[in-house]
T-cell receptor
Framework: GQSLEQPSEVTAVEGAIVQINCTYQ??????LSWYQQHDGGAPTFLSY????GLEETGRFSSFLSRSDSYGYLLLQELQMKDSASYFC???????????FGGGTRVLVKP | KAGVTQTPRYLIKTRGQQVTLSCSPI?????VSWYQQTPGQGLQFLFE???????NKGNFPGRFSGRQFSNSRSEMNVSTLELGDSALYLC????????????????FGAGTRLSVL
C-alpha cells in the first residue's frame, strides 16, 4: 500500500515562508500532488511533481526527491487567506486515484 | 464553465437506511472519483469511474457502490448505513485520462455532508 506523513499543524505570521514536508512510503508512483482546502470548502489543486526537482507556481513551489521519498510545499509571502489545510497526495496507479496524506493545517497570524 | 456539482449538500439519515449521492462533473470531463473525508481518517479514495467503467476501487466494504452514466454524471450509493459512515463525501472530476505521470488535476465539488443518526 501507500502511506504519506505530514505535520499536523504549522503556525506562521503574514509575510513569512512556510515549508510543509511530506514523506511517503510506496512501491511505486507516478507523481506527487498538493491540494489546498479551506474550512468548509472543496480541495483545490496547487501543484504537481512527476519528476525530481522544483515546480514553481507564483507564491507556491513544490519539490520532489524520489531517492529520499520526500516532497515539500513551500508557501512564500504568506497571506491571511493562506490559512487552510494542505494535503500531499500520491498518484500511484493508472487512472486518477489519489492517496492523500493526513493534511497540514496552516494558521497565518497577523 | 460550471464546476463540479454535488447534490444534496446535506443529508441526515438513520442507521440501516440507504442513501444515494449525485455528482455532475465539469462538462467534458469523463473521469469521476469519489472520496470520503472524516476528521479521523482524512481523505480516503472510494472509487473512480471513467467512461461508465469502474477503473479503481478503494478499501471500502461492498455497502459502498457507484456508477457512471453515459453523460459522465455519477452516483454513489451506501446501503445499510452505519454511524461511522457520517462524513463529507467529495466528488472530483478530471479532464485527463490519468495516463502514467501526466498531470491529473482533480476538480472537487463542495461535497455532500452525510450525518447518520
Amino acid at each position: 500500500g501507500q502511506s504519506l506523513e505530514q505535520p499536523s499543524e504549522v503556525t506562521a505570521v503574514e509575510g513569512a515562508i512556510v515549508q510543509i514536508n511530506c514523506t511517503y512510503q510506496t512501491s511505486g508512483f507516478y507523481g506527487l500532488s498538493w491540494y489546498q482546502q479551506h474550512d468548509g470548502g472543496a480541495p483545490t489543486f496547487l501543484s504537481y511533481n512527476a519528476l525530481d526537482g522544483l515546480e514553481e507556481t507564483g507564491r507556491f513551489s513544490s519539490f520532489l526527491s524520489r531517492s529520499d521519498s520526500y516532497g515539500y510545499l513551500l508557501l512564500q509571502e504568506l497571506q491571511m487567506k493562506d490559512s487552510a489545510s494542505y494535503f500531499c497526495a500520491l498518484k500511484g496507479a493508472a487512472g486518477n486515484k489519489l492517496t492523500f496524506g493526513g493534511g497540514t493545517r496552516v494558521l497565518v497570524k497577523p | 464553465k460550471a464546476g463540479v456539482t454535488q447534490t444534496p449538500r446535506y443529508l441526515i439519515k438513520t442507521r440501516g437506511q440507504q442513501v444515494t449521492l449525485s455528482c455532475s462533473p465539469i462538462s467534458g470531463h469523463r473521469s469521476v472519483s469519489w472520496y470520503q473525508q472524516t476528521p479521523g481518517q482524512g481523505l480516503q479514495f472510494l472509487f473512480e469511474y471513467f467512461s461508465e467503467t469502474q477503473r479503481n476501487k478503494g478499501n471500502f466494504p461492498g455497502r459502498f457502490s457507484g456508477r457512471q452514466f453515459s453523460n459522465s454524471r455519477s452516483e454513489m450509493n451506501v446501503s445499510t448505513l452505519e454511524l461511522g459512515d457520517s462524513a463529507l463525501y467529495l466528488c472530483a472530476s478530471s479532464l485527463a485520462g490519468g495516463q502514467g505521470s501526466a498531470k491529473n488535476i482533480q476538480y472537487f465539488g463542495a461535497g455532500t455532508r452525510l450525518s447518520v443518526l
